[in-house]
């Protein structure tokens, strides 16, 4: 429920906030500059006058919308090969699998960051770093799952009975492994939210004057030592909100569709 909570304000704020806080997030006034949450300015100003509060919406509007197609992505991709790679199986198996065991052998940060100097800092290569560090989990976990469930009797007879490989995806394995599906993507959610803003503060993702979170914490360092705390402490609330709530959320749904793994971890 906390979870849920927290996950419901931060998209609240991202959807209605510019409805509820009509600010210009790239609005300069100088003479405004460094001022102190208010009423005024609920979340300060940071260091040429803008208004936090606003940069802080648009900031997660964008985290979120590249996180969720990031999510999309990487299940589509990553999901799709390995549900073809667990039903062909043969010589597609073996190449797609060293393909993914090549890239998990570099840390998901790591690679993010080498695809986004490879090809420029920006949302494009930042988004397409996190995506790539991401298809891999699909495709183990939905592989695994479909070689499990390719060796079971109903699946097996709808294979006796001449059913074809899309109509055995379609109607035998895809469904049994949607929740799979859920609890993965939850989990890629959270991941994406904190590589993209990793990605923001060490200037490879989103650059300004665009507002991102990582970027805004980057700017906040600068007057970490000053006084000017709010700079930094409210995109890294965001972040933790999200990353958090994502989390939550992906465990109660892995409690709620496979109690098995949480009796053995009560265990």
Do not use: C
Not at 175 to 204: D, E, Y
Not at 209 to 238: D, R, V
């Amino acid at each position: 429920m906390v979870g849920v909570v927290m996950f419901a304000i931060i998209i609240f704020i991202a959807v209605f906030g510019r409805l509820l806080w009509p600010v210009d997030p790239l609005r300069v006034d100088i003479l405004g500059s460094l001022l102190p949450p208010s009423l005024e300015h609920p979340m300060g100003t940071d260091d040429v006058g803008r208004d936090v509060f606003a940069r802080f919406i648009q900031g997660a509007q964008v985290s979120i919308g590249v996180a969720i197609g990031v999510t999309i992505a990487g299940t589509l991709i990553g999901g799709t090969l390995g549900l073809l790679a667990g039903l062909v199986g043969g010589w597609f198996d073996t190449i797609v699998s060293r393909t993914m065991d090549a890239i998990l052998a570099f840390p998901p940060l790591i690679l993010a960051m080498a695809v986004a100097i490879g090809l420029g800092p920006g949302i494009v290569s930042a988004a397409l770093g996190v995506i790539l560090a991401a298809i891999p989990w699909y495709f183990r976990l939905l592989r695994s799952e479909v070689l499990r469930l390719r060796t079971l009797m109903y699946v097996e007879s709808a294979q006796a009975l001449g059913a074809s490989s899309f109509r055995l995806i379609r109607l035998h394995i895809l469904p049994q492994t949607t929740s799979t599906i859920f609890i993965q993507a939850s989990s890629v959610f959270s991941f994406s939210i904190l590589t993209l803003a990793a990605l923001g503060f060490v200037g490879l993702g989103i650059q300004p004057p665009t507002p991102e979170w990582g970027t805004m914490i980057t700017e906040g360092l600068a007057y970490a030592l000053t006084g000017q705390w709010w700079l930094g402490f409210f995109p890294g609330l965001g972040i933790f909100m999200l990353a958090v709530s994502a989390n939550l959320i992906a465990d109660r749904l892995r409690d709620i569709y496979d109690p098995k793994s949480g009796a053995r971890l009560s265990l």
